[in-house]
C-alpha cells in the first residue's frame, strides 16, 4: 500500500510519455519550414525564368529556373503563350521536388518527397 501512494518519479513518467509527441511536433515543423522556403524558391525561379521567357524566343528560360532553384531537384519546367487579343501573355509554371526529413535509425524516408509548384504569367515585350 506504501508504494501506491507514492508519486517519486511520476514525472518523469509523464515527461517520457510526452516526449515522442513533442519530438514528432518538431520534426512537422521542421519539415514545413523547408516546404515553405521550397515555395518561395519555386516562386523566385518562376519569375526568373517568365523574365526571360518574355525576352527572348528561346529555351533559356529553362536554364534561368535551374539557376535559381540549384539547390533542388527541378521536376519540370513548362512555358505557355496566351492572348486576349492585345497583348501576348507568357506563362511559366515550375515544380520542385522538395525531400523529407530522413533520419535512417528513427524512420527511413527515402524516396518520398513533396512536389511544390508555382506559376507566374507575365505580359510579353513586343
Request: hydrophobic letters at 45%; one cysteine or more.
Amino acid at each position: 500500500m506504501r508504494y501506491v501512494r507514492n508519486e517519486r518519479g511520476s514525472q518523469l513518467i509523464e515527461f517520457m510519455g510526452i516526449l515522442p509527441l513533442f519530438l514528432l511536433m518538431i520534426i512537422i515543423v521542421c519539415q514545413f519550414a523547408i516546404s515553405a522556403s521550397a515555395a518561395v524558391t519555386a516562386k523566385a525561379a518562376a519569375m526568373d525564368g517568365a523574365r526571360v521567357a518574355i525576352t527572348e524566343n528561346s529555351d533559356d528560360y529553362e536554364t534561368a529556373v535551374r539557376n535559381v532553384a540549384s539547390s533542388y531537384k527541378v521536376l519540370s519546367v513548362a512555358r505557355s503563350e496566351s492572348s486576349d487579343g492585345k497583348f501576348t501573355y507568357v506563362t511559366v509554371k515550375v515544380t520542385l521536388e522538395v525531400p523529407l526529413l530522413n533520419n535512417a535509425r528513427v524512420f527511413n524516408t527515402t524516396g518520398l518527397s513533396i512536389p511544390v509548384s508555382s506559376e507566374v504569367t507575365l505580359k510579353k515585350e513586343e
